[in-house]
């Protein structure tokens, strides 16, 4: 019998009750807020709290929507990369900016994640119209649910924006040389709880601009990109046109040291010893 479950999510609710009727101890991270709720029903994520002998959110976001539902032992354990394992060749880059129609002068901006209503699959559109006449791209990482939207979206942006928005479906290979395509990382998300894609961006010294929900505002700092309050497409794109024109702006040392706050080098230790004080406590 394990001293300790760990689960990495809340949508694999089953584990909880596997480990209610085993009376196993469990360590529920909550990577979810709001609208992952949904993923799951009411009676399950009151079962996860209820079995969940502490729980561990990765963003102080999360740690507080745990709070206001009643856990008391709630630790913060921010996500973290491997920061070893982003490797990027520069000779691929150039390959596949050719391969994808990519302008030398193009500024090109990369969107990562699901392309989907929540990561703002629509509100590329907007974005798209503003910057119809400039030398600007925009590349898409990340699978389709190949719904509605997604039609619309594709649609209206290849008739209207040919060869602007480039989806590339899902990466694991080359993943980190298409995110190297980017200028800069556009965030359009409706809600986020702690994006790794941020941090990765960041390591490569890709300045960051998006709307402000969730944990974007405690990442990005003066200099690392601009950050914008609701939903407004207009200053968006103001803001990003200010950084395509003043690179000087950016301060890339800044942006790989806040990164590397968020690798395995420097977060690993915490999370053990929150694993080693959640162990004592629970046995």
Not at 156 to 166: H, T
Not at 237 to 254: A, Y
Not at 262 to 269: A, E, L, P, R, S
């Amino acid at each position: 019998k394990p001293e300790l479950w760990f689960v990495n999510t809340i949508v694999v609710p089953d584990a909880h009750l596997a480990a209610r009727d085993l009376n196993v101890k469990l360590v529920t991270y909550f990577h979810e807020i709001d609208n992952a709720f949904s993923f799951i029903k009411d009676f399950q994520l009151q079962r996860i709290l209820e079995v969940s002998h502490y729980c561990l959110g990765c963003s102080e976001i999360v740690v507080k929507k745990i709070q206001e539902m009643g856990h008391n032992n709630v630790k913060l354990q921010n996500s973290f990369i491997n920061n070893e394992l982003i490797r990027v060749d520069q000779h691929r880059v150039e390959e596949l900016r050719k391969k994808l129609g990519i302008d030398p002068d193009d500024f090109v901006w990369v969107v990562s994640g699901t392309a989907n209503y929540m990561k703002g699959v629509d509100l590329v559109l907007p974005v798209l119209e503003y910057f119809r006449d400039k030398k600007v791209k925009i590349i898409w990482i990340g699978a389709s649910l190949k719904t509605g939207i997604d039609y619309y979206v594709k649609t209206s942006a290849e008739r209207q924006y040919p060869g602007k928005l480039i989806f590339t479906g899902p990466l694991s290979e080359d993943y980190y040389t298409y995110l190297k395509l980017g200028n800069g990382l556009l965030i359009l998300s409706r809600e986020e709880t702690f994006s790794l894609v941020m941090v990765e961006a960041a390591f490569l010294q890709m300045p960051i601009v998006g709307y402000n929900f969730g944990v974007i505002d405690r990442f990005v700092e003066h200099g690392m990109g601009k950050i914008i309050n609701g939903i407004n497409s207009h200053q968006l794109c103001i803001n990003m046109e200010l950084i395509q024109n003043n690179p000087d702006l950016i301060d890339r040392k800044r942006l790989k040291d806040k990164a590397m706050q968020y690798t395995v080098k420097n977060q690993i230790d915490t999370f053990d010893k929150t694993l080693t004080d959640i162990l004592a406590t629970s046995l």
